[in-house]
C-alpha cells in the first residue's frame, strides 16, 4: 500500500471533525505551546502555584502559566506556527492559549514575536500602556520598559520589523508599518509614530527563526503543529510504503523507547502529561504515532492537516488502581503503573474527561476513518484488552507509582517484568489513583524525589490486590515491613512577586505579576534612537518643538465611530483609529544574513502570484501561508495574510 493512497484516505476522515454535535463534556483546548529554549536562570509557575521553580525544557505553556527572566537570560516558547522570544529581565503572563485566542501579557521587559502564520483568533499582546494586536505574518519587537517599584512602566514601545500591528488605548487605535515604532507614554496615553530598528536581540531571535528556512519537516507537517521547528536539526525524513513519511532521530541514547527518557508532569486542563529529555522531544511525543522499521524507532505524523490536535502523552496506560509488583520473594508488593507508545492506526482513549468529537479530532491523522465512526461508541471501552493487543508492546514502560507522581526520572526507575507476565497486564483508562506531587505539578524533573530500587530492577507481577506501599531502595524490604517515602523537594527558582490581584479584566486564567522586578543591566545592548515624527494622544493637540501632532477628535459615547476597516478584524475598544501620518522612510529594514539591517527601498515590483504551497495537501485543507525565508523575500499572500505590496496609511 502506497503512502498516498493512505494520506487521501485519512485526509477523508477530516470531514467529521465537526461532527457530534455540542459536547456534552468540557474538551480540553487542541492546541499547547512549548518550552523550547533557555539560556541562563529561567523560572516557571503555574495558576495554582505560591513560588517560582526552574523553567523545564519541553514542558507545556498554556493559559495561567508565568515566565521569568533573570538578567542574562533568554528563552523561548512556540506555540504552533508563532515563537515567543523573551530577553533578560522579562516577565511574561499566558492569558488564555487555546483553539480561539493568543493572549499574553508583558509586565516588564522585551519580547521578539515571529509569526510563521498568523495563529487562529489572531495574536494579542497586552503591556501597562495598552493592547497590541499583531495583524499579519512578522516579527515584532514589544519593549514594555521595566518598573520603578510598585509604578507601572513609562513607556512602551513596539516595533515592527515585517508584518503589521495595531496598538489599542483607551480612546483611539494606532496601525503600525514595518519599519516603524509605536512610542506609547503618558497620562492620557499618547501615541508617537518613529522610524524603527532592531536590537541585538532582534538579530539573536533573527538567527533563531532562520531555523525555518527550506524546512523539510514543514512538508510533512502543519505549521500549527508546535515543536516542528527543531526536527530537521535532529533526524531524517523518510517515505515507507505503509505509513508515508517517518521522521527518524539521528541520535538517541542506548535503550532509548519512546516515552521512556523523561519524566511525568501534571498539567491541567489534561492531567497527567510526558515531557521528554531530547531537544526535540516535543512534537513526537504529543502528535502522531512511533512505530519500529527494520529495528529503527521511527515517528509518523499521520496525515497532514490544517490544525492537528495536541495530546498531552499517545500512549495507552496499563496496571490500575491496584495493580503492582515485588521486586524479591517475600518482599511487600507495592503499586507501580506502566504505559505502552501507540503506533499508527492505535487509538488514543483520553484518560481525562472528553467528548466523543474530541477524541474523533484528536485521533485523525492516524487512524482509519471507520475506526474513528466505532470509537464513538463511549462504551467500547478497553474490556479485557491486553498489553498484546499493541504493535508496540515491546516497548511497555513500568515504574513504581511513587515514581511516576513524584516527577522521577523514568530511566532511573524502569522495571524489568517477564514478558509472559507482562503480556497479561489490562489497560486501564482510570488513572486517577496517581495524584500528583508538588514537583509533578511544578514540571519539574527530581532525580531523587522517591525511595526506588535501580533502573531496570527485575521484578514479578503481584498476585491481587496490592496496597500502596513504597518500593524498597536499592534491596529489599522483609514480609510485612514498609519503607519510609522521601518527600521530593521542589526547586525554587528566582523571580517576581506574584500577585493574585493583578490579573488584567478579561483575562482567562492569568495570574499577574507584581511590578517589582529586578531592572536589566546597565549594559543592556540598545537600539538606534530615532527622532519622533507624530503623535496622537486623546485630548486636545499638544505641542511638540519639530513635530506634527494629530490628535484624536473625542467622540460622545453614543456617536463613537469604529476603526477604519483594512481587511483586518479591529480588537477591543471600537475607539476611532488615530489619524497618524506614517513615516516616510527613505530605506527599508530587512534581515540579512548578518541580521536586522536598513537599506535603500526596492524599485516598485509587480505582485507576486499567490501562496506558496507546502507539498501535497490533503482535500479539504488549505495551504499554509508562509513568513519570508529570512534572506529578504516578500509575505506569501493567503486568505488570512493579506498584505499589499503598496502601503498606504489608513484613510488615505
Do not use: C
Not at 519599519?179 to 506609547?184: D, L, P, T
Amino acid at each position: 500500500m502506497s503512502a498516498m493512497p493512505m494520506t487521501r484516505r485519512l485526509a477523508a476522515a477530516t470531514l467529521i471533525l465537526l461532527g457530534g454535535g455540542a459536547a456534552a463534556l468540557a474538551d480540553p483546548p487542541g492546541h499547547a505551546g512549548r518550552l523550547s529554549y533557555t539560556e541562563g536562570t529561567v523560572s516557571f509557575h503555574a495558576a495554582d502555584q505560591e513560588q517560582w521553580s526552574p523553567a523545564t525544557l519541553n514542558f507545556p505553556v498554556t493559559s495561567g502559566n508565568s515566565l521569568w527572566t533573570e538578567p542574562n537570560a533568554r528563552t523561548e516558547i512556540q506555540v504552533g506556527a508563532a515563537e515567543i522570544r523573551m530577553d533578560q529581565t522579562t516577565a511574561v503572563d499566558m492569558l488564555r492559549l487555546d483553539d480561539s485566542a493568543t493572549q499574553f501579557r508583558v509586565n516588564q521587559g522585551i519580547v521578539n514575536v515571529h509569526l510563521h502564520t498568523v495563529p487562529p483568533g489572531g495574536m494579542q499582546v497586552q503591556t501597562p500602556r495598552g493592547d497590541v494586536n499583531l495583524l499579519q505574518a512578522g516579527s515584532y519587537n514589544v519593549d514594555a520598559g521595566h518598573p520603578n517599584g510598585e509604578a507601572p512602566t513609562e513607556q512602551v514601545k513596539v516595533t515592527v520589523l515585517e508584518g503589521q500591528a495595531r496598538v489599542n488605548g483607551p480612546r483611539a487605535t494606532l496601525e503600525i508599518l514595518p519599519g516603524e515604532s509605536a512610542v506609547i507614554s503618558g497620562d492620557p496615553v499618547t501615541f508617537t509614530l518613529v522610524e524603527g530598528n532592531a536590537t541585538p536581540f532582534d538579530n539573536w531571535a533573527l538567527a533563531r527563526e532562520r531555523r525555518e528556512v527550506a524546512s523539510e519537516t514543514s512538508r510533512y507537517v502543519s505549521p500549527h503543529m508546535t515543536g516542528y521547528q527543531d526536527l530537521d536539526a535532529n533526524g531524517r525524513w523518510h517515505t515507507v510504503p505503509t505509513y508515508g513519511p517517518v521522521w527518524y532521530p539521528t541520535a538517541v541514547p542506548v535503550g532509548w523507547a519512546p516515552y521512556r527518557f523523561g519524566h511525568w508532569a501534571f498539567v491541567p486542563p489534561w492531567g497527567w502529561t510526558w515531557v521528554d529529555d531530547a531537544p526535540w522531544g516535543f512534537a513526537p511525543f504529543h502528535y502522531g504515532r512511533w512505530v519500529l522499521i527494520d529495528g529503527v524507532w521511527a515517528w509518523s505524523p499521520g496525515v497532514l492537516v490544517e490544525r492537528p490536535v495536541y495530546a498531552p502523552a499517545l500512549v495507552a496506560f496499563v496496571g490500575g488502581a491496584h495493580w503492582g509488583v515485588s521486586i524479591a520473594i517475600g518482599a511487600n508488593p507495592f503499586v507501580a503503573v506502566g504505559w505502552v507508545p501507540l503506533a499508527p492506526f492505535e487509538v488514543f482513549r483520553p484518560y481525562y474527561p472528553a467528548s466523543v468529537a474530541y477524541v474523533r479530532n484528536v485521533n485523525v491523522t492516524s487512524v482509519h476513518a471507520t475506526v474513528i465512526n466505532n470509537i464513538t461508541n463511549v462504551n467500547s471501552v478497553t474490556n479485557n484488552v491486553t498489553v498484546t493487543k499493541f504493535v508496540n508492546q515491546q516497548a511497555t514502560t513500568v515504574v513504581p507509582a511513587t515514581a511516576f507522581t513524584n516527577a522521577a526520572s523514568v530511566r532511573n526507575a524502569t522495571l524489568t517484568l517477564p514478558r509472559e507476565q507482562l503480556a497479561r497486564v489490562p489497560v486501564t483508562e482510570n488513572v486517577g489513583h496517581l495524584q500528583p506531587s508538588a514537583a509533578a505539578k511544578a514540571g519539574v524533573a527530581v532525580s531523587a524525589a522517591t525511595n526506588l530500587p535501580g533502573p531496570n530492577t527485575s521484578a514479578t507481577v503481584a498476585n491481587g490486590p496490592v496496597a500502596a506501599n513504597t518500593p524498597p531502595t536499592g534491596g529489599t524490604t522483609a514480609a510485612g515491613a514498609t519503607s519510609v517515602p522521601q518527600v521530593p523537594v521542589v526547586p525554587k527558582s528566582p523571580g517576581p512577586r506574584i500577585n493574585r490581584s493583578a490579573a488584567a479584566p478579561g483575562a482567562t486564567g492569568g495570574q499577574g505579576l507584581a511590578h517589582s522586578g529586578p531592572t536589566a543591566p546597565a549594559s543592556l545592548p540598545a537600539g538606534p534612537q530615532a527622532k519622533p515624527s507624530s503623535t496622537v494622544a486623546p485630548g486636545p493637540p499638544i505641542a511638540h518643538s519639530g513635530t506634527t501632532t494629530h490628535a484624536a477628535t473625542p467622540q460622545p459615547a453614543t456617536a463613537a465611530k469604529p476603526p477604519v476597516d483594512n481587511g483586518h478584524a479591529q480588537a477591543g475598544t471600537g475607539a476611532p483609529t488615530a489619524a497618524a501620518r506614517h513615516i516616510e522612510q527613505q530605506t527599508q529594514i530587512r534581515p540579512t544574513p548578518q541580521g536586522w539591517s536598513r537599506q535603500p527601498q526596492p524599485p516598485q515590483q509587480a505582485a507576486q502570484p499567490g501562496a506558496q504551497q507546502r507539498g501535497p495537501q490533503p482535500q479539504g485543507v488549505q495551504p499554509s501561508v508562509q513568513s519570508p525565508a529570512h534572506g529578504g523575500g516578500q509575505h506569501s499572500n493567503g486568505p488570512n495574510n493579506q498584505k499589499s505590496k503598496e502601503k498606504k496609511p489608513p484613510g488615505e
